[in-house]
Structure formats: structure tokens, C-alpha cells
């Protein structure tokens, strides 16, 4: 597989606070990245998603930044609540000259605990 | 829309024997299905790439003799784990891609916990 078998970080918030989850991507011909919530026992749920040709995107409650020029993505969550403790996964879709076949490369992961 | 369905989601088995999962897309027709296997407090990894009506492509070090796929259509793909052994054990997602356009994205199902005794 592409994705980095590393047991994943931990980020713990106070419920109300601001999170901010990072991550590191590999591929620079990479045109499209998507953040996945995953709860524990289930499946990733998309969450949003960023085009290379831009560097912020809005969602409800979510932000997500791009950084091309040194590869790095975050996902940031305002007024965090205990629903969102989960983990956390970016993923990156290279679009090659075959175009888009769908596959992505899986970040690490990260754990966001919400203490009430 | 794009709601996929995992069968079974939880299934127990005994060493030896074979396991069969199932992956549909529920609500659109699926050009590609990917199998990921994740283990706990991991992300996932991807398995094989399955385009309908052809051989799957596996990753390195995935054996393709002992993790089956068939997708006979593009609304279904199967795994099956031939001879399960205690190290199969492990959570196993599918997901489907319409593939229609630059930003679509995989759409993913529930999962299936797979525990060989």
C-alpha cells in the first residue's frame, strides 16, 4: 500500500476551542486533496475537499488550507465539539496524464479527542 | 446520493476457511471499486483497484491468490479472503468511483470486521 503504517498522533481540544489538524503530502503533481472524518468502527466520511489551484476552501465550521510550495494541507474546525472526536485523514488524488482514476494516497491520520 | 453498503459488517470465522464481502454502489454505478485494509490505530492501505469487467490491480506485497476480487458490475464488487488466518484480521473498506469528472472522489462504505479465530 501507499499510506504509512505509523500509529497515529494525538490532538486534544477543550470543547469550544479552535482545532487545527496537519498534514504533510507527497505527491506534487497531486491536483486535488480531500479531509475524511473517520468514528471509530466506520467508514471515512468526506468532509471537504481543495483544488490545487486553490490555497483556502469554507465549509460549515471547516477551513481547509493548501500550501503548495511546501506541501502541506490542514484542516481547521472551529468551535470544536464532542461530536467531532474521530480521527482525521487527508488524502491526496494525483491526476496524471490518464486523468483522474480515482486513487488516493492516505496521510497518517490524526486523532482529535474533545474534552468537555 | 452516493451511498455505498458493505455485507456483512462484522463477521467471526474460523482458521481455514473463506470469507466472502460485499461492496455496492447503492444509488450511482461505480467505473472503479478500491479494497483498503486498515488496522488499529492505523490508516488505511490500499489494497487493489478494481475496474469492472477487469482483472483488479494489486499493490505490492498484497497477494492477489489470496485476496479475490470479482466486480461484475458496476454496482458490485466482491473480496473474498481464501484461507483466513488469524493475521487477516483486520477492518476492510471498500470504496466506489464514479469516475465522470476531475473532482469526483471515492465514496465510502461502512467497513467489514473481519476476526479469524
Known amino acids: 500500500g501507499e499510506s504509512v503504517g505509523l500509529h497515529l498522533p494525538t490532538l486534544s481540544v477543550q470543547e469550544g476551542d479552535n482545532s487545527i489538524i496537519n498534514c504533510a503530502y507527497s505527491?506534487?503533481?497531486?491536483?486535488?486533496f480531500i479531509w475524511y472524518k473517520q468514528e471509530s468502527g466506520k467508514g471515512p466520511q468526506f468532509i471537504i475537499d481543495?483544488?490545487?489551484?486553490?490555497d483556502k476552501r469554507q465549509g460549515q465550521r471547516v477551513t481547509v488550507l493548501l500550501n503548495k510550495t511546501v506541501k502541506h494541507l490542514s484542516l481547521q474546525i472551529a468551535a470544536t465539539q464532542p461530536g467531532d472526536s474521530a480521527v482525521y485523514f487527508c488524502?491526496?488524488?494525483?491526476?496524471?496524464?490518464?486523468?483522474?482514476?480515482?486513487?488516493?494516497?492516505f496521510g497518517q491520520g490524526t486523532t482529535l479527542q474533545v474534552k468537555p | 446520493g452516493a451511498v455505498v453498503s458493505q455485507h456483512p459488517s462484522r463477521v467471526i470465522c474460523k482458521s481455514g476457511t473463506s470469507v466472502k464481502i460485499e461492496c455496492r454502489s447503492l444509488d450511482f454505478q461505480a467505473t472503479t471499486m478500491f479494497w483498503y485494509r486498515q488496522f488499529p490505530k492505523q490508516s488505511l492501505m490500499l489494497m487493489a483497484t478494481s475496474n469492472e469487467g477487469s482483472k483488479a490491480t494489486y499493490e505490492q506485497g498484497v497477494e492477489k491468490d489470496k485476496f479475490l476480487i470479482n466486480h461484475a458490475s458496476l454496482t458490485l464488487s466482491t473480496l473474498t479472503v481464501t484461507s483466513a488466518h488469524p493475521e487477516d484480521s483486520s477492518f476492510y473498506i471498500c470504496?466506489?468511483?464514479?469516475?465522470?469528472?476531475?473532482?469526483?472522489?471515492?465514496?465510502f462504505g461502512p467497513g467489514t470486521r473481519l476476526t479469524v479465530l
Open positions: 505527491n506534487s503533481a497531486s491536483d486535488y
Open positions: 481543495i483544488r490545487s489551484n486553490m
Open positions: 470504496s466506489a468511483f464514479k469516475g465522470q469528472s476531475k473532482t469526483d472522489t471515492q465514496y
Open positions: 488524502a491526496e488524488n494525483p491526476i496524471t496524464g490518464s486523468g483522474n482514476t480515482g486513487k488516493l494516497i
